[in-house]
């Protein structure tokens, strides 16, 4: 991965994302996984008679959090430093890696074991501490694909989704000796076995390293506590065993009270792996158990998209990957194409407003969408994806008639009426929606049919069956 | 090792100017904006008939194994799962109800007699964590048995506070098999019923079901890193 985290000098999306509906691999694995998924979810949400209550609650508290993050913080930092934690602030990526990589010299030991954290994704922490002569080895089965297999993560909830059996059963076999305990001999491709295998191959890690890298789902100011979710134990191994922890956590993750988890607790397993509960949730304050604790705040582009009226909602992400497994664009193109470590309709306004639009892969990122409104309907804390990704068509640099026509597009999605009736008419219409979409969608819809417009809107739907309850 | 490495670490320098540049940020970014108010619309509690039944079930959904026992069979039970899954060595955490402590040590004691074998490796023997097990020597056990701060029904959770007959997080992580006694007056109707209960400064681990990944092809396998079988006795 010498090109660093954050996918830079990526050719643009357009250019990505014909690449990648041309791989019908990738094209079908990711279809199977937002499909299966978006199914579960619908009927976990269903289940819940307050989840528009909840939803409500859930966009709330993040505002209010946002609205007030300098006294939270400053509150967040008393309670872990009470509780014996360290805390560091880091402005930016270099910073945190900085700090991070410093903590763990200090320890002596020149490895890490890491649970699954966008953030340090996002920071490019792997390589900063492989510079610093430290190893930080991914626990996660999909993450050890991923690093093994010298690869970008595809989908936040299943970033190896773009790999199928016998190439992961490849992956193991030709790399594990590489990097620790080999596969076992005459390994097949049965999902059964390979889990095995990575179960032997990460257990060795997880006994022996001392220090251990993970981020946070949710960190509560009231009480210093930190919170993480998880499926495969992997999380548990890296927060429990090693002598000292570091969690790098985005300032964004802040939830003022204890209380507060209540919501999310509900809204995030729901939304995100369509379980009612995910198999494991850790919370801990302070050092515990006779660990060493550190918080690594990190900012890293975030108090920019604070500052931004209509972009700020973006900062209420849960991460739960909602968005991508309604998205047809994420469908057909992959998260690869976006360029980031956030991929789908989240990656398409959180990746612009953290980098800023300065190079062609970031300001096309905005046109990455059809603006159908799917994952405004699909997400947990109600953010406006497609009021931001218009929002930010009109500042990224763009041909002039692209900036009028989507001011005609923002007329529509200013008005959730206007838009239900232009969803509708879309319906209506679809047998004579061209083969080629115009502008910058052109150059994926090159190799692919556009995008079915549904018989009747997700919206339409919603709101017949109740949010899908009939 | 308490403080070193902090001590050592860049507090002062980098860190601490972050600091400041990153709340002075925040509070220019915010300048201005209305606060919100919070509205918990949402149920705060729920009826707390048949949590029982929903509990055991929404275990079950998890492919766990779950047997709803009366008060009086607790002691049968927790025999007949251990003869069933014959764990070699079970951790037994302090602090374990004494009914359930002796039902373990009876089990155990059967199968080593029966056995006829010397304690050694391999042989049926209950391990305490006093003194405090080593990582590998927890990797050697096969088994733990646990009670439990809680069970949410609506969820089919079990909640782990490493209060007494729980033990520290790690004993329920490592072992390949987690045997959990709940009791039925410790079930909620629902998340936020748990959350109320449960105290934030102990270190917290929800269970729902075994450990699980669907990273391949999406076919969900039980059992990676965590405990691969869940079995859960439910006393009335
Ligand atoms: S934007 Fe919403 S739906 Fe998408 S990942 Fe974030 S919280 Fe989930």
Redesign the interface.
């Known amino acids: 991965m010498s090109g660093g985290n954050t996918f830079l000098g990526m050719p643009a999306f357009p250019r990505n994302a014909a690449a990648a509906v041309q791989d019908s691999q990738l094209r079908f ?1 990711l279809r ?2 937002t499909h ?2 978006r199914g579960k979810r619908a009927s976990v949400v269903a289940e819940l ?2 989840w528009t ?2 939803r ?2 859930g966009k ?2 993040k ?2 959090t ?5 006294r939270y ?2 509150q967040m930092e008393e309670a872990v430093t009470a ?2 934690g ?1 805390v ?4 930016d990526a270099e ?1 945190a890696n ?2 991070v990589a ?2 763990v010299k ?2 002596g030991e020149t490895s890490v074991v890491k649970v699954k954290s966008m953030a340090t994704q996002e920071i490019g922490l792997n390589e900063a501490l492989q510079a610093e002569g430290i190893t930080a080895y991914e ?4 993450e050890l ?1 991923v690093q093994l297999g010298d690869d970008w993560p595809s989908h936040i909830l ?4 773009h790999r ?2 016998s190439e ?1 059963r490849e992956i193991f076999h030709d790399k594990m000796a590489d990097w620790g305990r080999a596969a076992p001999e005459g390994l097949t491709d049965e ?2 076995d ?2 095995d295998a ?2 032997l191959h ?2 060795e890690r ?3 390293t001392k220090v251990a890298v993970s981020g946070a789902n949710f960190m ?1 100011a009231e ?1 210093g ?1 930190l919170v993480v979710l998880e ?4 999380g ?2 890296c ?3 090693p ?2 922890l570091i969690s790098v956590v985005g ?1 964004e993750k802040l939830l003022p009270s ?2 507060d ?3 999310f ?2 809204l995030l ?1 729901r939304s995100s ?1 369509g ?11 302070g ?3 006779g660990q ?1 604790f ?1 918080l690594v ?1 990190l ?1 890293n582009g975030r ?2 998209v ?2 931004d ?1 209509v972009g ?1 909602q973006a900062l209420r992400c849960i991460r739960c990957s909602a968005c991508l497994n309604v998205c047809p664009v994420y469908e057909r193109a992959g998260g690869h194409a976006y360029g980031s470590v956030y991929p789908g309709p989240i990656g398409a306004i959180l990746t612009p407003q953290l980098r800023g639009m300065g190079s062609a892969l970031d300001a096309s990122l905005p046109y990455a969408s059809t603006l159908c409104g799917a994952c405004f309907e699909a997400c947990p804390v109600a953010i406006d994806i497609p009021e931001v990704l218009v929002h930010l068509r009109g500042k990224a640099r763009h041909p002039r008639t692209e900036r009028l026509g989507m001011r005609a597009a923002g007329w529509v999605f200013n008005r959730p009426a206007r838009l239900a009736r232009a969803q509708r008419l879309g319906g209506r219409l679809r047998r004579f929606v061209p083969e080629r979409l115009p502008g910058p969608l052109s150059a994926w819809t090159d190799t692919r049919d556009i995008p079915d417009i549904p018989a009747e809107s997700f919206r339409d739907w919603w709101n017949r069956t109740d949010g899908g309850a009939r | 090792m308490s403080g070193t490495a902090a001590e050592r670490a860049p507090r002062a320098g980098v860190s601490a100017s972050g600091r400041e540049r990153i709340l002075s940020r925040i509070r220019a970014a915010v300048a201005g904006a209305p606060d919100v108010e919070i509205t918990r619309a949402y149920r705060t509690s729920s009826d707390p008939a048949g949590a029982v039944e929903l509990f055991a079930e929404r275990v079950a959904d998890y492919r766990a194994v779950v047997h709803v026992v009366e008060a009086g069979e607790v002691a049968g039970a927790i025999a007949a799962t251990l003869d069933r899954r014959a764990p070699a060595r079970l951790v037994v955490p302090d602090g374990l109800p004494e009914e359930w402590a002796r039902a373990v040590r009876s089990a155990v004691e059967a199968r080593a007699a029966d056995a006829g074998a010397e304690p050694g490796p391999g042989a049926a023997a209950i391990v305490r964590d006093e003194p405090v097990l080593s990582a590998a020597e927890l990797d050697a056990a096969d088994g733990v048995i646990t009670g439990c701060a809680l069970g949410i029904a609506e969820t089919g959770t079990i909640v782990l506070d490493a209060g007494p007959g729980q033990g520290r997080r790690a004993l329920t992580l490592v072992p390949d098999y987690h045997l959990c006694v709940v009791r039925a007056d410790q079930i909620v109707a629902g998340v936020p019923e748990a959350v109320g209960r449960l105290d934030p400064a102990r270190p917290l681990t929800w269970i729902s079901g075994p450990s699980a990944t669907s990273d391949i092809e999406l076919n969900r396998v039980e059992g990676v890193h965590g405990p691969r079988t869940l079995e859960v006795v439910i006393v009335r």
């Open positions: 694995n199977k996984a299966t998924i008679p307050d209550e909840l409500a609650a709330e508290i505002d209010h946002l609205r007030n993050l300098e913080l400053l509780a014996g360290h560091h602030w880091a402005a910073e900085r700090i410093d903590l200090a320890t626990t996660d089965l999909a694909i299943v970033p190896a989704i199928n059996r992961i999902p059964r390979l889990a990575a179960r990460l257990r997880f006994l022996s509560i009480t506590t499926s495969e134990g992997n548990r191994m927060l429990t065993l002598e000292t300032i204890w209380r988890l209540e919501v607790l509900q397993p792996t379980e009612r509960m995910n198999p494991y949730t850790s919370t801990w304050t050092a515990v158990e060493e550190h705040l900012d108090t920019q604070l500052a009226e700020r």
